[in-house]
């Protein structure tokens, strides 16, 4: 009874409150009746549904998260409009025909889209350029943004060591221009040297790097004298104003001549370094007895490369390795912003991060070592010196743009002076003189087949291209694992390239001439093939 007093006096609260319709509920029975609650048997059937009738009626308090969830959604709702409403106010007064906005800015403006309308042949035939480009601009700056987030979490937990500038320690030659270039030579000495070779290294490295990890004994052993400069701008030689290939390889000259190398000499490019060696094949080629080279680098924009080389090169590099090659080519000084926040930054970093590399299975686990890690150190410290990011710029520039020559001018190939009838009528009676050109001295390419740097694609491009050329392909090998740290195979390189070891030269025995170096080699390509 409790329960029916109780609910008499809810049903009498909201009597006094609604006007009172007359309609009944009772089971599934309606009744319409005047408006009174004193019948009891009615109040008893409906005081057996009261309690779930009651339940029903009630609802749940609404949580804090819901309320914040609907307090976002009309903020964003506002936030629309609002936006919407300022575009149209943009529209309707600064973006008119007669708007002083406008007429200022409709000359330049249409003039700059007119020069950047040649980027629309990059979008698919069925995009909007208006609709396209914004969305790659927003595309764009969030990619940045995440290059930037990673970047900071590439120590994984592991203590950052920072980068320490040494003192000056170079010996430096002084150019014709007045440029300083800083080199260095170790092997044996100048009048005792059998072979004189040259390296030049590539981007991020300087004069320190060589050959990672030879031993003296073993050039010594060969009678070879091994030298290695900083390129302009780098370590400690004088940057160039105007550098290109064909000065990169009067540098080397210079050098050559300045180190006392009469006879010609020997260069030995790796991977990226490799541009320079192709340079002097190509500018120096009569000072040049014959090349080695590791993973050698070429142009990836090559025109006369097929479309499944450039195909296959393209894919083994890493989404932002290929960004760079892009800027490198197109819009260089945005470079200046990943150099500062890599190699330039003050931190040292793994090589394959700082260069955006993919690595195979055995450079993985060698930049992880001790002895890779310290060398790796020491030589970034040394190119890095002058703090410019203009010479590695510049270095990679030269990397994609055009070289002033294509690989297939370094081909031999027989010229002959002369054209036309007359040079046919002497040719009949032998008076036509003709002579070799492209380079004539002896090539040899060693490629790891693991290599995702400087894909294997590149060196079958090249065999394709130079026949005469020795490729040397090495099974599960990648980019480092053959040229650094392995005495094995510095000593088969050697071997290779200038037979079996004769040791230095006496005083009093003259250097070998070119010809004995080439025909040294020669013979040496006979017993191989």
């Known amino acids: 009874m409790a329960d029916v007093a109780v609910a008499k006096s809810w049903r009498d609260e909201l009597a006094s409150l609604v006007e009172d319709s007359g309609i009944r509920f009772a089971g599934d029975a309606v009744e319409i009746s005047a408006p009174t609650y004193s019948t009891p048997a009615f109040e008893e059937k409906r005081s057996v549904y009261e309690s779930p009738a009651i339940e029903e009626v009630v609802a749940e308090p609404e949580s804090f998260k819901d309320q914040i969830e609907g307090f976002a959604k009309a903020w964003g709702e506002m936030l629309l409009e609002l936006m919407r409403g300022c575009r149209d106010v943009v529209q309707q007064s600064l973006l008119t025909e007669e708007s002083y906005i406008v007429q200022k800015t409709k000359g330049p403006l249409a003039e700059a889209s007119r020069r950047l309308s040649v980027l629309n042949e990059f979008l698919p035939e069925d ?23 990673n970047s900071k979490q590439e120590t994984s937990g592991k203590p950052v060591k920072e980068v320490h500038i040494h003192p000056p320690s170079a010996t430096r030659i002084l150019l014709p221009d007045g440029r300083h270039m800083a080199y260095q030579e170790i092997g044996v000495p100048s009048n005792k040297a059998r072979y004189s070779v040259i390296a030049p290294r590539g981007f991020l ?50 050098l050559a001549d300045a180190l006392g190398v009469n006879s010609k000499f020997w260069v030995l490019g790796y991977s990226s370094g490799a541009i320079h060696a192709w340079a002097a094949m190509k500018f120096i080629s009569d000072r040049v007895a014959g090349v080695a080279m590791f993973s050698p680098f070429i142009n990836p924009y090559e025109s006369s490369m097929t479309k499944e080389e450039t195909r296959e090169t393209w894919n083994k590099w890493t989404r932002k390795r290929k960004l760079t090659y892009y800027l490198a080519r197109r819009s260089p000084k945005f470079l200046d912003y990943f150099y500062h926040r890599t190699f330039l930054s003050g931190k040292h970093g793994q090589i394959d991060k700082y260069m955006s590399l993919s690595l195979g299975q055995k450079d993985k686990a060698l930049i992880r070592e001790p002895a890779f890690e310290e060398f790796w150190h020491r030589d970034v410290e040394e190119s890095i010196r002058q703090g410019s990011t203009k010479p590695f710029i510049e270095e990679a520039s030269l990397q994609v743009s055009n070289w002033g020559f294509n690989l297939v001018d370094l081909q031999v190939q027989e010229k002959c002076s002369g054209k036309g009838i007359l040079s046919w009528l002497k040719f009949g009676y032998g008076q036509v003189r003709c002579e070799l050109t492209g380079f004539l001295g002896p090539v040899h390419i060693w490629q790891g087949l693991d290599d995702q ?37 510095h000593r088969q390189m050697f071997l290779t390239i200038f037979g079996s070891p004769q040791g230095p030269l006496e005083e009093s025995i003259e250097a070998p001439t070119e010809e004995d170096g080439e025909q040294e080699a020669a013979n040496l390509n006979l017993a191989a093939e």
């Open 127 to 149: 995009r909007d350029p208006v609709h396209a480009w914004p969305v790659i601009f927003f595309v764009f700056i969030l990619a940045l943004s995440a290059l930037s987030v």
């Open 205 to 254: 490295s300087s004069r320190l790097g060589g050959i990672p990890g030879v031993k003296v004994s073993l050039l010594e052993e060969f009678g070879i004298r091994l030298v290695t400069y900083d390129l302009p701008g780098f370590g400690e030689s004088d940057p160039h104003p105007e550098r290109n290939l064909n000065s990169s390889a009067l540098d080397m000259q210079y």
């Open 453 to 489: 740097v400087v894909p294997h694609q590149m060196t079958d491009y090249i065999a394709r291209i130079l026949p005469r050329v020795v490729v040397h392909k090495l099974p599960d090998e990648g980019h480092f694992s053959y040229f650094f740290f392995c005495d094995e195979c």
